[in-house]
């Protein structure tokens, strides 16, 4: 058995060790801390007379941490730095992680040791233990707890194969991702790449050792591509590439394809739901969010679709005889669309991305954003450089509040790299949480962001959209780190529903387009090391909030496609049969595009085999969390906006109501004590520049 002195991840240490964690001591490391887990579990069980909240729940935490603290740091370097061997140790634990879970939600006797406390302690559990223990007797009777012979058995089987399925979907995205690539040695086959991009494939080239200039399906390449290529066949081929990643369709064709796995996953949801009594996995995926029912779901999206329908059309319409107009183009094609919609914009409003992207320098935009988040909730934030991470990219930030005492800490690992998993998440290193033996833990966060990098002497510059994508992902580590809630079940956005777990990230979104924090996050990039010049002038920051909304009801039906797809794949769902032939996913997807959508997708579009929320992440079932949570967060801003967009008085009820509260009350409860009042739709509506009226 490996020893704790030899194997980093059987340490205690305030922070992950990355630069000591091998693959060799991944497995060893999670099949003796899940052994021990169990012995703690066992030991409780067995010799204790009366079970309570310190004698038997909080021993319970110590031990569910410890085996958290060493998976956290495991997976998330397979999501940031993954590598033949690291996956392989992954794969291997991911069963074993499973069986353990599927073991303790089934256990009895755990289960009868909560019901225990619930029947003979209730009264001196504060409100928040009691939330937890009701919520976990729900999780009981959601893992089966009640289960006998062979449907227990069929459920275990059912969760293990789950997780190698979506795993394997993630790493087949992944690898997709990286196969394609393509080389130029002629700039002028990239006609219309502006200069940051050049640079970017430049440097590609380089690190791949090739001449010229390389595209890759790593997103900032992707997009560029897509958005500013002159030559109409290039876009497509990229397109093509892009939206087929991971099946049977385009230039690696088969390869990497996730078709079966879908199937798969989709199939075995739908009878773990049946196993639980459920009519389908849609039903059980509602059981743990704030929606009450498939059919409240299912209103809320198709009158949110009703709304923007017409609005979406007119808006392709629009976009259709610009391109006859400036290219005589008869047919406008999926990509087409971002190349002319950029066009368009910068027409009708004078403004592009890149001609932002100078005025968003990486520090400037971070030190912004500190400066906003300091204000409103009375924190600072320090840099420190000796902290161990994955690499030399990345940096790391500790929070300190009004006392000046360390509160939370994060690590912010921006660019894309290849190994990388593509898209920007926050993740959780360690949970807030203190013991009443005087055990506590501070809240660490991952922010993990896709952007281009610096290049040569020139540093890091955004444009609007990934400003925007680095607050969304800010407001959620906001959530986890700003907790004051002692408890790890429900501290931070643990015990948080999915369809609310949205509302801080969503509600941070909306500093990027207010005239005095844009001014808070811009600065003129000069080539002159160390110097930034001015903020964006109000005349182009007036013209970047105009343009906030230019198409947003096409944005919104792809929104609403996707969240519809989700949710009629899910609920619709029945086993083959001779009477009835279950719908492919294909067919799903093409009934929800024929009711929603205003862009044509080609026949060879698999645009779903990328779909991670919903196959691989935690939003199967749960896409439309989204909106749902945007109608919140929209409504909560709609106060600031009122009251003042840096008010301080607001800002601190935001914080005392909404983001230090987790998952410790139910999100409507904690909505309606900073709102005073249920959440209104009309805000959302507003904010996307969708008319009211149906």
Known sequence: MTTQLSNPLLQTTALPQFSKIKPEHIQPAIEQIIAQCKKVTEDLLNNLDDYNWLNFIEPMEKSDDRLSKAWSPVGHLHSVMDSEALRSAYDACLPLLTEYATEMGQNKQLYQAYQHIKKNHWQELDAIQQKIITDALRDFKL???????????????????????????????????????????????????????????????????????????????????????????????????????????????????????????????????????????????????????????????????????????????????????????????????????????????????????????????VKGLFEITSHLYKITFKERKDVETWHKDVRFFELYNEQNCHISSFYLDLYARPHKRGGAWMDTCTHKYQLSDGTQELPVAYLICNFNGPVDDVPALFTHDEVVTLFHEFGHGLHHMLTEIKYPQVSGINGVPWDAVELPSQFNENFCYQMQTVKMISGHYLKKKGQSGESLSEAMIEKLIAAKNFQSAMMMVRQLELSLFDLHMYHDYQPDDQAKKQKSIQQVLDAVRAQVSVVKAPAYNRFQHSFSHIFSGGYAAGYYSYKWAEVLSSDAFARFEEEGVLNQGTGQEFFKKILSQGGSKEPMELFKSFRGREPDIEPLLRHCGIESRH
Not at 178 to 196: E, I, R, T, Y
Request: proline share 4%; aromatic share 10%; hydrophobic share 35%.
């Open 143 to 365: 893992a089966g707890v009640s289960l006998e012979g062979e449907p227990k058995q069929r459920y275990g089987e059912i969760k293990k194969r789950l997780s190698e399925l979506t795993s394997k979907f993630e790493q087949n995205i992944l690898d997709a991702t990286m196969a394609w690539h393509k080389n130029f040695n002629d700039k002028k086959d990239l006609a219309g790449l502006p200069d940051s991009a050049l640079a970017q494939a430049k440097q590609t080239a380089n690190l791949r050792e090739e001449e010229g200039y390389t595209l890759t399906l790593e997103f900032p390449s992707y997009f560029a591509a897509i958005t500013y290529a002159e030559d109409r066949i290039l876009r497509e081929e990229v397109y093509q590439a892009y939206c087929t990643r991971a099946s049977e369709q385009g230039p690696n064709a088969n390869q990497f394809d996730n078709s079966s796995l879908m199937d798969e996953i989709v199939a075995l949801r739908h009878e773990l739901a049946r196993i639980l009594d459920f009519e389908n996995y849609a039903e059980l995926s509602l059981v743990t969010k704030m929606a009450e029912s498939p059919k409240q779901v299912f209103e809320f999206l198709n009158d949110l679709a009703t709304r923007s329908h017409a609005q979406a059309e007119q808006e392709l319409v629009q976009l259709q005889q610009f391109a006859k107009e400036q290219d005589e183009l008869e047919q406008l094609q999926p990509w087409d669309i971002a190349y002319y919609s950029e066009k368009l914009r910068q027409q009708k409003y004078a403004i592009s991305q890149e001609e932002l992207r100078p005025y968003f320098p990486e520090d400037r935009v």
